[in-house]
């Protein structure tokens, strides 16, 4: 990066009179702090992958193939904690949230840089307990992401660490909301109202409500298990007057809500993206916006969908199967809001664009199947198979990871200036979207066949399904290597390009590439909206 | 750059009331469990309560307000630029905050003496309400405790700030912040006061 001078590198260039490592660490740019999470967040993303390509190995064949019975527990704990708490709730907002909020709200900063800082460090702290949860005290953790008593509070295993870095991992999540709200309400610049937000931050902002809302639920469950594992607390032992059941309501309460936490910000990324490679407004601003305020509020009072078979009152159950199905509209707006923006548009298929049609059409296979689940009758026979989690990967992975995906090609070129071989980043969105279906797809099949999820092993009759899903899972790994593999080849030696390669219409284009270290040098003001493309001029190089 | 010299004072008191508000979620999913528990086993939490002492509990209420009090005299005189005055009411208000622990450890010791405490064996005898109770007294009021722990620490660090300048009648958003914070533990405390010691 040398022959390039300070100048052309903008913020990614040194800072005067300080060390480069400290500069970074330490610093207060927002723009930094992104590139930071997202650093983290992709090395925490491949730990996860190969985890996961352990687990579907081991499950080729029936018995034992790679890994005893206790280890696969521990694998799949970790997969899941992993993969939930490290990487898909931080992803998006944490990572792009960090760079593009404040750009695109023509923002010199977010409103309390050093707490974005300290945000990171909590981040990175969280991350090394949970990985030390691995290697220290009685084994790694077993009990699955969701650390249900009575198990979790009784096995030998590393769940106190573990449940330690989720608690500071929740604090780090609610620091990022906190300051991505106060940043949006006071430091926009003038000419942009609300109207004119781009869509990208209308889902953080409703994104950020449920960090703030919902963690703190979190955060007390994770300190409740601790109380009753070191103190022996009693509060969910049945023998002590405990009760169970209410850990399942408190756990759920945070991590229904969370699940739009991961899927929200994708679903901004892709809002913005449609529009820009339809060369099209997007259509129905304000449905989109509202429709993620909408997603936020009745996504947080569905919870309990998620115990249909725990012995709710009947009453109980079908109330939160109504609920679930209200969730359903909000979403189904957005994808015919993006569909409508598509028709008729002038479309270049770019990378970006390619994984924003392949996450409406993984996502909506996704939201399918929850409805499946939040309907009370079909749930009892698909609770806890693989019916689930093929479910979940479609809606997480298909969504949430396609979304993080996007991005990472849509700013790409703002972020570093340089251009990756776009034949290939399509290429491996395709591979990507294939080998997505042949993984998951099986599993919604062996769910209905009655597999449960989490076990260790299986009857015979499930193997061909299982094979079919573990070949998917190689296929996911080639993907997942080609775009890598590309995207490093573009940071080192892409073709550079201008301030505005795609000919997007918000602010971060109007700054050149990447990015100076103080965004703005006169602070903006906003004359248009963020999908007015007339006045929009095309500079590639 | 620019808002380093002149701080953003509505959106750090923003921030302030977004942060307070995870707090009362915080303890808001205790107060549900407590809830939960206290239809559960009305009778069981009746008698718990009547072996807390009601003395020991108001005495310490007073001990909180009181010190609510003098932060909110502080805040008053650091906008009036009285350091030595914000100083040690600052004192007071920490000074309180030992009170209220030290008065604390010994309810906390005399109930440990009668063998109650979580995981102990007389615990795991008891009647089924009672223990629920226990549980939630010491859950709520050990989580309290950390909270008033906490708020003696940034307390003493806002001291720090006013004794070296950084903290002044024109820029006290910092102090205002730290005492919001002190009145929601404060609070708390209001709430925890009648539920466990008054609801016999
Ligand atoms: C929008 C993104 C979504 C994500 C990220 C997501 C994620 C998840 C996850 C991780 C689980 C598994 C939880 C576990 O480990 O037990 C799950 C289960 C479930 N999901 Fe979703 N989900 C999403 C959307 C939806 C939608 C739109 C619906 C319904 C309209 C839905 C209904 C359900 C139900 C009912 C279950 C429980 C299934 C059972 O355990 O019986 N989900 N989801
Ligand atoms: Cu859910």
Known sequence: MADSGAAGN??????????????????????????????CILVMFVVGVLLGLAIRLELIAPGETIMGAQTYNAVFTLHGVVMIFLVVIPSIPAAFGNIILPLHIGAEDVAFPRLNNFSWWLYVIGACIAVSALFTGDGPPDTGWTFYV???????????????????????????GLNFIVTIHRLRAPGMGWGRLPLFVWTLYATAWIQVLATPILGITALLIVAERVLGM???????????????????????????IMILPAMGVVSEIIPVFSR????????????????????????????????????????????????AIPSAVKVFNWVATLYKGAIRLEPPLTFALCFVFLFCVGGLTGLVLGSAGTDVHVHDTYFVVGHFHYVIFGGTGFGLFGAMHYWFPKIFGRMYDRRRANASALILAVGLNVLYFPMLILGLQGMPRRYYDYLPQYTDMHVVSTVGSWIVAVGLALMFWNLWRGLRAGQRVGANPWGAATLEWTLSSPPPHHNFAREPVVTAGPYEFAEVRLDDA | MTHEVQPDYIGAKMGMWLFLFTEILLFGGLFVLFAVHLSRYPAGFHAGSATLSVPFGSANTVVLITSSLTMALAVTAVQRGERRRTLALLGATVGLAGVFLINKFFEWSAKFQHGIYPGSEHMLEMEKGQAAFYAM????????????????????????????????????????????????????????????????
Request: with cysteine; aromatic share 16%; hydrophobic share 55%.
């Open chain 1, 280 to 327: 099209k407004r997007i259509f129905g601003y304000g449905t989109i916006a509202a429709s993620s305020l909408a997603i936020a509020f009745a996504g947080s009072l569905v919870w309990a969908h998620h115990m249909f078979t725990s012995g709710m009152s009947d009453t109980a159950v079908l109330v939160f199967s109504l609920l679930t199905f209200v969730v």
């Open chain 2, 137 to 200: 007294y010491y859950a709520m009021t050990g989580l309290h405790g950390l909270h008033v722990v906490i708020g003696m620490c940034v307390i003493a660090w806002v001291m720090g700030l006013v004794a070296a300048g950084r903290v002044h009648r024109d820029r006290f958003v910092t102090l205002e912040n730290a005492g919001l914070y002190w009145h929601l533990v404060d609070l708390v405390w209001i709430y925890l006061f009648p539920l466990f010691y008054l609801v016999t």
């Open chain 1, 10 to 39: 903008g913020f990614l260039g040194p800072v005067a009179g300080a060390g480069h490592v400290r500069a970074w660490l330490f610093s207060t740019d927002h723009k930094r702090i992104g590139l930071l999470y997202l650093t």
């Open chain 1, 150 to 176: 009575p198990f979790s509070a009784v096995t030998t295993t590393n769940v106190g660490l573990a449940v330690t870095a989720v608690f500071i991992l929740g604090f780090s999540s609610i620091l990022t």
């Open chain 1, 234 to 260: 009693g509060i969910f032992d049945p023998a002590r007057g405990g009760d169970p059941i209410l850990y399942q309501h408190l756990f759920w309460i945070y991590s229904h809500p969370a699940v739009y």
